[in-house]
């Protein structure tokens, strides 16, 4: 594996990689790439296999930041204007400042409950943010979802999830969608005031959804401005059906077409400002390290 240095860049150029149904590859060597945000003009997402925090910024992409051992997932600004890191691999919520220096991480919340396995974030509209930790792997049901305030105190809000994968708040911030991989569903819980979690129910079954023609593994979550809610997949066989699909579905969990990628694994996707293109992050290799993949950029229509 290539060894990189912070702020090593790597140019790609854009046109070289342009499909004719304007799909984009923003980066052709990524490694195991996931967790992506928008924020402030540029693209920054997670490369799992490099343990780095990478951003592009319409041009080139350049590793912001290397922390060997999280095992980071997803990345994601505070309203400090630092970051946080779901680092799967070491069960901690690492810290970075704006600059790109690693802090010091949170290991535990208010109570003492460790995190197993911190997989994705979901911004809230009051400055918090909430993260699933996935839980061991396997048949266990112990998956969880955690809530850091503002204040950056840290509570446990929901639990026995089976396998905790992504997701999102809705925009009138006041549902919260979780998936649990395992289950190949999305389910949902009413937010309260104080962010905790309550009425948690099924709000959508992906394999009803693909008429059990496969279980797709559902991955990363995301809404769009107009209230569509984007799922992302991260199939085991490269070669099953509907793989390289993102789906969207409407409030009601219908299903209102799909986004379809060249490569077989998209686990998780961004917006840009407009909402006019989708950034996908997506594997080509995802049996071994260095799980090869690319950063698309594709048209939302």
């Not at 400055?127 to 204040?151: C, L, R």
């Not at 279980?215 to 809404?223: A, E, F, R, S």
């Not at 594997?283 to 950029?297: A, E, N, R």
Request: aromatic share 10%; with cysteine; charged share 25%.
């Amino acid at each position: 594996m290539k060894k990189f240095l912070l702020g090593l860049f790597f140019a790609t150029s854009l046109a070289s990689f342009a499909h004719a149904d304007g799909i984009k590859i923003l980066n052709n060597d990524a490694h195991y790439p996931e967790g992506p945000v928008w924020y402030k003009g540029k693209l920054w997402y997670i490369e799992y296999d490099r343990n780095t925090i990478t951003t592009w910024d319409g041009t080139k992409n350049v590793i912001f930041n290397t922390d060997k051992g999280c095992g980071e997932s997803a990345v994601v600004p505070t309203v400090r204007g630092d970051f946080i890191v779901t680092c799967y691999d070491n069960g901690t919520i690492g810290r970075v400042s704006a600059e790109g220096k690693t802090l010091k991480p949170y290991t535990q919340d208010k109570d003492g409950n460790k995190f197993v396995g911190p997989n994705d974030f979901a911004p809230d509209k009051k400055g918090g943010i909430y993260f699933t930790a996935s839980g061991d792997q396997g048949p266990v049901i112990d998956g969880k979802v955690f809530y850091i305030a503002k204040d950056e105190t840290i509570t446990q809000e929901a639990v026995d999830l089976h396998n905790a994968n992504g997701l999102v708040v809705s925009n009138d911030g006041k549902i919260l969608y979780v998936v649990e991989t395992e289950d190949n569903r999305l389910l949902q819980f009413k937010i309260a005031e104080d962010g905790s979690l309550s009425d948690r129910r099924v709000f959508l079954n992906l394999d009803d959804l693909t008429n059990h023609v496969v279980h797709i593994w559902p991955d990363g979550v995301k809404i769009d401005s107009k209230g569509e809610i984007y799922i992302g997949q991260s199939p085991r066989d490269v070669k099953a059906p509907l793989v390289g699909k993102i789906f969207i579905v409407n409030a009601d969990g219908k299903l209102l077409r799909t986004l379809s990628l060249p490569s077989p694994q998209v686990p998780n996707l961004a917006f840009s400002p407009d909402d006019k293109t989708v950034y996908v992050t997506a594997l080509d290799q995802i049996d071994k390290s260095p799980y090869l993949g690319k950063i698309y950029s594709i048209p939302n229509q």
